[in-house]
């Protein structure tokens, strides 16, 4: 399993949508909308933007402990 990652435009950052898949190729040819973790915007993207990172584990312990941050 890997990440979806995008590419964030106002940092220019790869960063994480939250999603988990086997390959990229397995998704509909959708717009979809993410929240950023780099900047807090919303970016829109579809799979021709996205690339698939390695697990996930490192992305769900940030997203976790900016909840716990409050």
């Keep these: 399993m890997g990440i979806i990652m995008i ?11 939250g999603i988990e ?3 990229t190729d397995q998704l509909p040819i959708v717009t ?4 950023c973790p ?3 915007r919303a970016h ?3 799979k021709k933007e996205a690339w698939l990172g390695n697990g996930g584990e490192q992305y769900r ?3 976790f402990r900016k909840l ?3």
Excluded at 7 to 17: D, K, L
């Design 7 to 17: 590419n964030c435009p106002a940092t220019g950052r790869g960063v994480s949508t």
């Design 21 to 23: 898949v086997c390959a």
């Design 32 to 35: 979809a909308t993410t929240i």
């Design 38 to 40: 780099a900047c807090g």
């Design 44 to 46: 829109e993207w579809t």
């Design 61 to 63: 312990c940030e997203q």
């Design 68 to 70: 716990a941050d409050g």
